[in-house]
């Protein structure tokens, strides 16, 4: 039976950013994500175009890799985003140094990954030399994947873990706008999703018995954060076009490897490129530019005192961070190809109020978080209400799918639904 997928919204770098695009920003939760860089990222990420999937019930051995791989998805996404505010104490005033680090291990991982596809066929020579002929397209790509991941280690640095989970909902404005821009008009529930979770986010926020999650924050390092927030939305329109052009030029789903290698090789070469602007923002000229680039390698290995921070545990510590995220990045890709868009969209909205806990908990290395009364438990309710509204065109129906099926079953029409997993 052929099902007609409804390309879903952003959310990153997939997997991203970056991204399923990168960092804990790039996740892919309600709209594109790449396998890649999802940097950076947002608690809600953009997930990748539409994969094959098989249409057959799972056995039980398969429904016990599903529940292993959501089990690996929530773990790995929720430490990805606390490592990833630890990561920025001892590495807070070396961005640079932490962007190209990152950026390396994922072209080291992704065409590893890529070359075993290509020996096996999964990927063809087509899909390989597809971004060689779209250059300017990958290149764009990876200019706002590097402005996502610096940007986003810049506020994130001088911000309370806590608050990034609320900040990081911004990027559903961003993609309000931008859908407006290109004549992509949301939906009803999703234009109610944004609602209830801008809406989440100021009940949170909301100072209460004279303290606030947000009382004491830079307000320009807070706008860097949000401003952050906009690239991966970007960047999911970006690789939308490229996998439907690539559709179009190769008769075949274009490999997402294929996509978060090349875009992470275009990001690698940016965030060189966006060093001068990085050691102008510190007061540095060119000339101190060894010099810097030698703390930044002292600090990493946790042998100097200049790192403004706690490096006594450095480089296990942003090790541990790009791990996660690699971790993150895969296990979610290879949930999206077993279970669907539905299945990650559920765990990536359970993640949100998960995260929270553990930034509000205290923490080694991170700063004790502020207060929080009854009204930030309301509102980070809300919140996740409000992701489930604007998800509701992914999994209502295959919801209603799945109802159907035990409805049948109930009333004598077979076994063959039970225990199907639904599909986005």
Same mark, same amino acid.
């Given at each position: 039976m052929h099902i007609r997928r409804r390309t879903p919204r952003r959310l990153d770098r997939l997997i991203i950013t970056h991204g399923l695009d990168a960092d804990p920003r790039h996740d892919p939760a309600a709209g594109h994500q790449e396998a890649a860089p999802v940097a950076a990222v947002p608690l809600l990420a953009p997930a990748p175009p539409p994969l094959p999937v098989s249409q057959s019930p799972p056995a039980a051995t398969s429904r016990a890799k599903l529940a292993v791989l959501t089990f690996a998805v929530a773990t790995s996404g929720i430490a990805n985003r606390l490592l990833y505010k630890m990561a920025l104490v001892p590495l807070g005033k070396h961005l640079f140094f932490l962007g190209q680090l990152q950026t390396a291990s994922y072209l080291l991982i992704y065409f590893m990954v890529l070359a075993v596809r290509f020996r096996s066929g999964v990927a063809s020579l087509g899909m390989v030399r597809f971004p060689l002929s779209v250059p300017k397209i990958f290149l764009a790509i990876g200019a706002v994947e590097a402005l996502?991941? $610096? +940007?986003?280690?810049?506020?994130? !640095? @001088?911000?309370?873990?806590?608050? *990034?989970? &609320?900040?990081?909902?911004?990027? $559903? +404005?961003?993609?309000?706008?931008? !859908? @407006?821009?290109?004549?992509?008009? *949301?939906? &009803?529930?999703?234009?109610?999703?944004?609602?209830?979770?801008?809406?989440?986010?100021?009940?949170?926020?909301?100072?209460?018995?004279?303290?606030?999650?947000?009382?004491?924050?830079?307000?320009?390092?807070?706008?860097?954060?949000?401003?952050?927030?906009?690239?991966?939305?970007?960047?999911?329109?970006?690789?939308?076009?490229?996998?439907?052009?690539?559709?179009?030029?190769?008769?075949?789903?274009?490999?997402?490897?294929?996509?978060?290698?090349?875009?992470?090789?275009?990001q690698c070469l940016f965030v060189f490129l966006l060093l001068p602007a990085m050691t102008a923002a510190r007061g540095l000229s060119l000339r101190a530019l060894p010099g810097y680039l030698a703390e930044s390698w002292q600090c990493f290995c946790g042998n100097s005192p200049a790192c403004g921070g706690d490096c006594s545990l450095s480089p296990l510590i942003p090790l541990l961070y790009i791990a996660a995220n690699l971790v993150f990045n895969i296990t979610a890709l290879e949930l999206i190809r077993s279970a669907g868009y539905v299945s990650l969209s559920l765990v990536m909205s359970a993640i949100v109020p998960l995260t929270i806990l553990a930034f509000a908990s205290p923490l080694p290395f991170l700063p004790a978080p502020p207060p929080l009364g009854s009204l930030f438990g309301c509102g980070s309710a809300v919140l996740v209400f409000g992701l489930g509204v604007f998800n509701s065109t992914m999994w209502l129906p295959a919801l209603t799918r799945t109802v159907k099926g035990w409805a049948a079953v109930g009333s004598g029409g077979g076994a063959s639904h039970l225990g199907s997993i639904p599909k986005a």
């Open positions: 996502a991941s $610096l +940007l986003g280690f810049m506020g994130a !640095a @001088n911000l309370p873990g806590v608050v *990034l989970p &609320l900040l990081s909902q911004s990027i $559903l +404005l961003w993609q309000v706008l931008l !859908a @407006n821009f290109t004549n992509k008009p *949301l939906s &009803l529930s999703q234009y109610l999703g944004v609602f209830l979770v801008m809406g989440g986010v100021c009940l949170a926020a909301w100072p209460q018995a004279g303290s606030s999650p947000l009382a004491g924050i830079r307000i320009e390092y807070a706008a860097i954060y949000v401003v952050s927030m906009l690239f991966p939305a970007i960047d999911t329109l970006l690789k939308e076009r490229v996998f439907r052009d690539a559709k179009q030029h190769l008769n075949e789903d274009l490999d997402l490897f294929v996509v978060n290698s090349f875009s992470s090789l275009s």
